[in-house]
């Protein structure tokens, strides 16, 4: 069976999980606070950002810190949920596939499920900008190729902290464990981001690059600039460590 | 049937996770002492006040979402191998079964508060002046930050219960947690959202006295706790 | 006198009939046999006797007592085992046990009464999630049994079982109406199982009740509608068959 066929496979398992949803409804909450509060977005003195780049970027900064990372953490125990209920897992692993693959595999349904959470972000941002618009006559709407662009270094930059999430379920036997320590893990980037280390921690990259942004639209804030080194190799190899370590002890526990 | 639950969240990781949540919490005062502040510790000022508005956020994000994990694992361990099924087969009441998980939890979530205090207390008297009315503070607060937690735990409950499928129950506890942190505390409605309320300090929210929000949590969780009871026989009749 | 007795029980799923106007006559102190081939609505049927699903309409009344009024005062005296063993992986076999036996407030000693009933005495310190499915069945029925209820619901109890699990399961079925005077309702596919324990039996295909009564009588209703009585199976298959065909002509 061919990789790209198992990933069909995967990616029928989470049918009628309402997963998408879900992620929708999130997607949702992320917006209407900054409808709300959409006053905040025009006071913009003490950084000198132009309004509609900050209606977008904080928007973005709540995404990153928290939901985006949350919503992940909730998709992995999916993801291993629908192969232990009723025993999935032992069904798959009498079947004549590598389990390595497998995890991969299952791996990229993570990937589309955090670039659809993004696809959903994005598209719900443009309905609260475009109502922002019409409601205070000027216009909020950003250009789609920047959003875009940043979309897409948002999702490649996360791609880290996935393969984290995605060793600790494939580790760990009890679930709340995996998806507790992920959930922690999580919420204590806001302090390291502002550390000198941040590129030594997966889970802050995100919000890291989004704050970056932030400080590159914003006059009068500095943010850390992004170094690319020794950045760009660290991520890459705690990826590639984190889903190699993956594939390792895929199944393994049911083997037993 | 207090006694039960506890027994049925045996070598699920549930007391384990409480206990590693508390110690977590513990610490973070005394790392953010140790590590971050840059305060003056020789003026004379209230150390619970700097120590909470620096920390509490924090703090209360990871014990909200201890809440919802612990509720959400509750139930997963009732619905998985159908123990459920078994329990409504017996001439108990869901709205029992309920209320003793409510127990449960809340009653582990004290001690937490405890570790809590611990922490904010050890961090107060070793780097700060001396500051006579400390026990009495801590007290105060740990009860107040009890008080205003009660609904976020029969809230986080009542969603595990509804919703068989832990990934949902999951999913909208976190979107709730975020929900909370994004809400203004400006506003005494906004503050009331059952897991925005343990984010509020006793000296640090200007929206309303904290004996009002001390009102507001009882009747939430009253309020809650009613809906869950018809929320019950509601399911019955669908079922 | 009937200790479960049904009014036109009837549930549909949307326009689908699991069970459909059943009209049950259980007498107390017997085992009663429900027989039907799978699908045919026997779980169903258990499941609105305990009030784990509600009946979309008609009534029925167990120790004179209704539900939903006497919900809690029904399930008192019953003891129960629905599709499948239900139970907490992460407990052991006697954590499991004493759960129930808190709940119904019995003392500690009917544990192991039950577990020595269903032979887990040996592995009752394992955890419930590493049984074999026999054992797990086991347990289920364990659970059922804790406390000599009065009146026992079992649904398909001997499915998974070993031949000799089997054999030990009906001759306790078999015996428990003398032992602890209880009334004992259980369901089967296989009408050979259910006569082996069976004072009376009901017979159900596609939600109803085709035929109520001993096995002589079942036997008389045969010769009568010249279906084949030398094997017992054979007449089982025959109505359900003969069933099956009518309902088709009507369609
Ligand atoms: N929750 C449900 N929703 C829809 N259909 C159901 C449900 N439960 C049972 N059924 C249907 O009712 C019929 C009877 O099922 P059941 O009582 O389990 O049969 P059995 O006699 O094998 O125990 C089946 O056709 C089944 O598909
Ligand atoms: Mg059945």
Same mark, same amino acid.
């Given at each position: 069976?061919?990789?790209f066929?198992?990933i ?8 009628r999980?309402r997963i998408l ?7 949702i909450?992320?917006?209407?606070p900054a ?6 977005s ?8 132009a309004?509609e780049?900050n209606?977008f970027?904080?928007?973005f900064?709540?995404f990153?810190?928290f939901?985006?990372?949350a919503?992940?953490v909730v998709?992995t125990?999916?993801?291993?949920q ?6 999935g ?5 009498a ?8 995890s ?9 499920i955090?670039a659809i959470f993004?696809l959903?972000?994005?598209i719900?941002?443009y309905v ?5 618009t019409?409601?205070?006559d000027y216009?909020?709407l950003?250009s789609p ?5 940043v979309a ?6 996360s ?7 995605w060793?600790?379920s494939v ?6 464990f995996?998806a507790g320590i992920s959930l922690v893990s ?5 302090l390291i981001?502002n550390?000198?280390?941040?590129f030594i921690?997966?889970m802050?990259?995100?919000f890291f690059v989004?704050?970056?942004k932030?400080?590159?639209l914003?006059?009068?804030l500095?943010?850390?600039p992004i ?8 991520a890459?190899g705690f ?6 370590f993956?594939c ?5 526990a049911e083997?037993r | 049937?207090l006694?039960?639950e506890w027994?049925?969240s ?6 384990p996770s409480?206990l590693g949540?508390?110690l ?5 005062p ?10 003056d510790?020789?003026?004379d000022?209230n150390?619970?006040h700097v120590?909470l508005d620096a920390?509490?956020?924090m703090?209360?994000m ?12 509750l139930?997963y361990?009732?619905?998985s191998d ?9 001439p108990?009441k869901?709205?029992n079964?309920?209320?003793?998980k409510?127990l449960l ?5 004290l001690?937490v ?10 961090s ?5 002046l001396?500051?006579?009315d400390?026990?009495?503070e801590l007290v105060?607060?740990?009860g ?20 068989t499928n832990i990934?949902?129950?999951?999913g909208l506890?976190?979107i709730?947690?975020f929900?909370?942190t994004?809400l203004s505390?400006?506003n005494?409605i906004l503050a009331?959202f059952?897991?925005?309320?343990p984010f ?9 006295a904290?004996?009002?929000l ?5 009747i939430?969780?009253v309020?809650?706790?009613?809906i ?6 509601m ?5 | 006198?009937n200790i ?7 549930k549909?799923y949307g326009?689908?009939?699991?069970v459909?106007?059943m ?6 102190g ?8 799978n ?5 169903t ?5 305990l009030?784990?699903?509600?009946p979309?309409s008609?009534s029925f ?11 809690i005062?029904?399930l008192?005296?019953i ?5 499948g063993?239900?139970f907490?992986g992460n407990l052991?076999g006697?954590?499991?046990l ?7 407030g019995?003392p500690?000693?009917?544990?192991l009464e039950?577990?020595?009933m269903v032979?887990?005495?040996k592995?009752?310190?394992?955890l419930a999630?590493?049984?074999?499915l026999?054992?797990?069945?086991r347990?289920?029925?364990?659970s059922?049994?804790i406390?000599?209820? #009065?009146i026992?619901? &079992?649904?398909e109890?001997t499915?998974?079982? $070993?031949?000799? !699990? %089997?054999h030990e399961i009906r001759? *306790?079925?078999?015996?428990?109406p ?8 259980? #369901?089967s596919h296989? &009408?050979?199982?259910?006569?082996l324990m069976? $004072?009376?039996? !009901? %017979?159900?295909n596609?939600?109803? *009740?085709l035929?109520?009564?001993t096995?002589d009588?079942l036997?008389?209703k045969a010769v009568?509608m010249?279906?084949?009585t030398d094997?017992l199976e054979?007449?089982?298959l ?7 065909k009518k309902?088709?002509s009507l369609r």
């Open positions: 069976m061919s990789f066929h198992l069909q496979v995967e990616h029928k398992k989470i049918r999980s949803l879900l992620l929708l409804i999130a997607a909450v992320l917006w209407l409808i709300f509060n959409i006053d905040l025009f006071d913009t003195r003490a950084t000198g950002i309004p780049d209606f970027i904080q928007g900064l709540g990153s810190w939901l985006f990372p919503g992940m998709a125990v999916l993801i291993r629908l192969e232990r209920g009723n025993k897992i032992l069904k798959m692993l079947l004549p596939i590598n389990p390595a693959l497998l991969l595999a299952k791996f990229a349904v993570l990937l589309f955090a993004i959903f972000a994005v719900i941002y609260a900008a475009g109502y922002g019409m409601v205070n216009h909020l950003l190729t920047f959003v875009f662009k897409a270094v948002f999702f490649l930059v791609i880290p902290m996935l393969s984290f999430f060793l600790l580790c760990m036997q009890t679930m709340i995996s999580v919420i204590p980037s806001i981001m550390s000198d280390y941040w921690y997966p802050c990259y995100p989004v704050t970056a932030y400080g590159q914003a006059a009068h500095s943010t850390t170094s690319y080194l020794p950045w760009i190799p660290v890459v990826a590639v460590i984190c889903l190699a993956s390792l002890f895929f199944g393994k083997r | 049937m006694t039960m027994k049925k045996k070598r699920t990781g549930f007391i409480f949540g508390a977590l919490t513990g610490l973070i005394i790392l953010y002492m140790a590590f971050i502040s840059e305060i510790t020789n003026l000022i150390p619970l120590l920390n509490w956020q703090m209360a990871l014990k909200v979402s201890l809440i919802v994990v612990g509720a959400c694992l139930y361990v009732e619905s159908n123990a459920l099924q078994k329990m409504q087969s017996l108990i869901d709205e079964l309920f209320f003793a409510f939890i809340s009653l582990i979530y001690g508060l405890v570790m809590e205090a611990i922490g904010l207390g050890f107060s008297v070793f780097w700060f001396e500051y006579p400390l026990p009495m105060k607060n740990i107040y930050m009890f008080m205003l937690s009660l609904p976020a735990i029969v809230l986080a409950l009542l969603i595990a219960s509804f919703f990934w949902i129950a999951l506890g976190m709730g947690i929900l909370a994004q505390n400006q005494v009331s059952p897991f925005n309320l509020q300090t006793m000296h640090g929210t200007d929206a309303a904290p004996d009002t001390i009102w507001v949590a009882l939430e969780t309020v809650l706790l009613v869950q009871k018809v929320s019950v026989s399911r019955r009749y669908f079922r | 006198m479960i007795e049904t009014n036109n029980l009837t549909s326009d689908f009939q699991a459909s106007e009209n049950l006559h259980i007498k107390k017997t085992v009663y046999g429900f027989l039907g081939p699908g045919a609505g026997k779980s049927a258990m499941k609105m006797l009030g784990l699903t509600r979309t008609g009344t167990i120790n004179g007592k209704k539900y939903p009024e006497n919900r005062a029904i008192k005296n003891g129960s085992f629905i599709e063993p239900a907490y052991t006697e954590e499991n004493e759960i129930v036996q808190n709940i119904l019995l500690h000693t009917s544990v039950a577990l020595e032979g887990l005495t592995t009752k310190k394992q999630k590493k049984y074999s026999g054992m797990k069945q347990l289920g029925l364990a059922a049994l406390g000599k209820p #009065s026992l619901i &079992l649904d109890p499915n998974g079982l $070993d031949p000799v !699990g %089997i001759s *306790l079925i078999r015996s428990l003398e032992k602890f005077d209880c009334t004992v309702l259980v #369901s296989l &009408l050979s199982e259910i006569e069976a $004072d009376d039996i !009901g %017979i159900l596609q939600g109803r *009740l035929f109520e009564g096995l009588e036997e008389m009568e010249g279906y084949p094997n054979d007449t089982f025959a109505i359900v068959d003969a069933d099956n309902r088709g």
